[in-house]
């Protein structure tokens, strides 16, 4: 996972892949703008990957994007998400919390882990929970 520390939180561009047809295409999410190189710019994003830069935008609210984590992140019951979701700074993702751990953000880091919990519990299809039959007992009229 790439080190954010130090890094300036940004709105921006970066082109994402997908498995099915190979190209994702260009997202708009927040990231960590690395320091320029010869080879272009490059940003951390939410899922701890360097990506290069389309574009740059205006500074971002970390504090804001994890508040809004809590209160309305997306999550989803694919083991498998779309690469664009995974940059997302919108998407439930657990290494965020380690993202926020490493910029030293502890207290933003465990709230965010509490509330990743509490929507993926709340997400859960109520058909897998059914209790199991104790064996040799007929449930059927």
């Not at 520390?5 to 047809?21: A, F, L, M, N, P």
Request: one cysteine or more; charged letters at 15%; glycine letters at 12%.
């Amino acid at each position: 996972m790439a080190d954010p520390r130090d890094c300036e939180y940004h709105e921006i561009e970066v082109g994402t892949g997908d498995v099915w047809s190979g190209d994702g295409g260009v997202v708009t999410t927040h990231g960590w703008i690395l320091p320029d190189t010869n080879s272009g710019t490059f940003a951390i994003c939410w899922n701890g990957l360097v990506y290069p830069v389309v574009s740059v935008g205006t500074n971002a609210d970390l504090t804001a994007d994890v508040g809004n984590l809590m209160t309305n992140g997306i999550t989803t019951w694919y083991s498998a998400i779309p690469e664009g979701m995974s940059v997302s700074q919108s998407s439930l993702l657990g290494v965020k919390g380690c993202i926020l751990w490493r910029l030293g953000h502890g207290d933003l880091a465990v709230a965010y882990w509490q509330a990743e919990i509490r929507r993926v519990q709340d997400f859960r299809v109520p058909c897998f929970h059914a209790q199991p039959q104790p064996m040799g007992l007929q449930t059927t009229p």
